[in-house]
C-alpha cells in the first residue's frame, strides 16, 4: 500500500522536509513547541512550512535575552488562522517584531 503525505500509513504522520530545513525543528520536539500546538489546539502534521521557523525563531529569542519561552510571550507577536485544515502562525499587526526585524515571510532563497 501506498502513502502521501495527504494520506500516511495508519499510526504514522507526515512532514514536510523543510520542517527540519528551514525551520530548525528536530526531534524529539521542544516542550516550547509542544506548548504552543497544546495551547492553539493543533497537531505538528497542521501546521503550514512556515509555521515552524516562527516557533523555533520565537523560542531561539527568548533564550538568547535569558527568558523562559512560553506561549503567552509567542502569542504577543503571533496568532493562528486556519484555512482547508492547515493552520498558519501570523505575525500580529501594530506590534514590534522580536529583534525589531520582520519576521520571515517565505521560504525562497
Known sequence: MRSTVAAPLV???SLYAEFFKEGNFWLPMTKFTNEI????????????????????????????????PTFEIFNIFYYVSTNAGFYSLNARGGVMPPCGRDPPKSLHD
Not at 55 to 66: L, M, V
Request: proline share 3%.
Open 37 to 68: 500546538l497544546t495551547h492553539y489546539g493543533i497537531h505538528i502534521s497542521q501546521v503550514r512550512i512556515m509555521g515552524m521557523p516562527r516557533i523555533t525563531h520565537s523560542e531561539f529569542i527568548c533564550r538568547a535575552q535569558n527568558l523562559v
Open 11 to 13: 499510526r504514522y504522520i
